[in-house]
């Protein structure tokens, strides 16, 4: 049987069928219970952060969003819980206010979940679905994907333990702790990229849409993302302290403390002991470094991870920066974040002589070929239950030889979030138009986002301060830029 992921990056028209959609609503909805099944009631209400949602609101949205699409948009029923929009309509319901709602008990959510995926399933019957249906189910697992991604970064931020995931392995580990790092550049030809995703793919996201001819001079892009070895070095040499190294909204980010709450926020729930350190901030309330490290007295650094301190691994790529973080240390290094075309071209290129690659209409699904992503290819869907060394996986590195542009950590890039030319909302509008010009894009997925969501041409996008999520970066060159 072809698989889902396989049926995803397929060319050409993808229909599915009705148990194959049915196996992937199961599976979505497994993770999210996963992820919460051994949270405390108190973890999961948890405190009130501008940059986490309260663990039971977010299992009720992610199953509210599927009744609405899926049953009463698609199949033009009535709601199955009263003042369901009053309560899980992110549009409508104001972020602070989500802690002080009435929600339904964790008993009631998970019965409404279930409720919900029964009727989502047993509306098939025997029959074949449409390609609306598909639209709309494919609609209702993604956003229940990338709220399971939320989730666990929610737990990170806040303390918790690791979740613990069926699928998980440590398949990676021994090849990881024998991984070297993968340092220099790799030389991008210059050429046209069709910039975006294809008309034929099965589903795509607004802002995805669509492919368009961009042209691109020759670059250079590291082969990996930059390590916490590297990072650590910009910042011993003082780069939080320098301002010649930040932009004036950066610095004003600096200045500010950054995000207070997210650096104290797990002190409320720690669920063992934690070592006695420093404090996250200078003396001056300025941010001295990543969010998530601390400083022993020997002088070690130390990293966070959920729940405990472990000594910072200097060949991991470096994660929980932000984009003011990312471009400082580019000032710092001589180099440059990529623009997102450029990152494009890098990961779906196909070398065409000296000067031109192939990257039009025969470019790659992902950075290796156009065969679905596996665990010896790219660190995703959590198997890992972490960041794998930037050595690892060679066998999903691209065709210049740059490695894990799919997996492991979201790469920030250096272009705004926009629309591409000719752009329309899609059902679903306020995914992406109210976020225009005020976020970045991000590429490549991470540790655990989806094999079934990922590709070369998806974008993410968060404001530019927000170090919570599971981001990194490479770099380019500075002699060229797009």
């Not at 030389?187 to 849409?209: S, Y």
Request: hydrophobic share 35%; aromatic share 12%.
């Amino acid at each position: 049987m072809i698989s889902e992921q396989t049926r995803l990056a397929a060319s050409g028209p993808a229909l599915f069928s009705a148990s194959e959609l049915v196996t992937m609503l199961k599976d979505s909805r497994s993770r999210t219970l996963e992820l919460v099944s051994d949270l405390s009631d108190e973890q999961m209400i948890g405190p009130r952060l501008t940059i986490v949602n309260p663990p039971l609101w977010e299992i009720g949205h992610v199953a509210w969003f599927q009744e609405f699409w899926v049953w009463r948009q698609l199949r033009k029923q009535n709601p199955l819980l009263e003042r369901g929009d009053a309560i899980y309509n992110s549009t409508d319901v104001a972020h602070d206010t989500r802690w002080e709602l009435m929600l339904p008990t964790r008993e009631k959510t998970l019965a409404y979940m279930e409720a919900v995926l029964d009727r989502a399933i047993e509306t098939f019957g025997n029959r074949s679905p449409n390609k609306e249906e598909i639209y709309f189910y494919l609609l209702a697992i993604f956003h229940e994907d990338m709220h399971d991604e939320a989730i666990t970064y929610t737990r990170q931020t806040l303390g918790y333990s690791p979740p613990r995931l069926s699928c998980a392995s440590g398949v990676h580990r021994a090849e990881d702790s024998q991984a070297s790092p993968c340092g220099q550049d790799v030389e991008i030809p210059g050429g046209t990229l069709m910039l975006g995703a294809r008309p034929d793919f099965p589903f795509v996201f607004d802002n995805d849409k669509w492919e368009h001819p961009v042209e691109i001079a020759p670059f250079r892009i590291s082969r990996a993302p930059v390590t916490n070895g590297e990072f650590a070095a910009f910042v011993e040499d003082g780069g939080y302290s320098r301002r010649e190294l930040w932009s004036d909204e950066g610095w004003r980010w600096l200045n500010s403390g950054g995000s207070p709450e997210l650096e104290q926020s797990f002190s409320r729930f720690w669920t063992r002991e934690m070592p006695r350190l420093p404090e996250i901030s200078s003396r001056s309330g300025r941010i001295s470094h990543p969010v998530y490290w601390q400083r022993e007295g020997g002088g070690r650094w130390l990293c966070r991870v959920f729940d405990t301190y472990l000594p910072l691994r200097e060949n991991l790529p470096v994660i929980h920066v932000n984009w003011h973080e990312a471009q400082a240390y580019c000032k710092w290094a001589g180099r440059r974040l990529p623009a997102e075309a450029e990152w494009e071209m890098a990961a779906s290129a196909e070398p065409a002589g000296e000067n031109v690659t192939s990257a039009g209409q025969h470019k790659r699904l992902f950075p290796w070929g156009n065969d679905a992503p596996n665990p010896e290819r790219a660190n995703l869907d959590g198997r890992a239950m972490g960041l794998l060394e930037v050595g690892s996986l060679p066998t999903g590195d691209n065709a210049f030889g740059c490695r894990q542009m799919i997996g492991n950590v979201w790469e920030w890039t250096a272009s705004e979030f926009q629309p591409y030319p000719g752009f329309v909302s899609d059902p679903y509008k306020e995914y992406s138009a109210p976020w225009f010009k005020t976020h970045k894009v991000l590429r490549g997925g991470c540790w655990v986002t989806r094999a079934r969501l990922i590709r070369n041409t998806w974008r993410n996008f968060y404001t530019p301060d927000r170090r919570d999520i599971w981001a990194g970066f490479r770099t380019c060159a500075l002699q060229t830029q797009l």
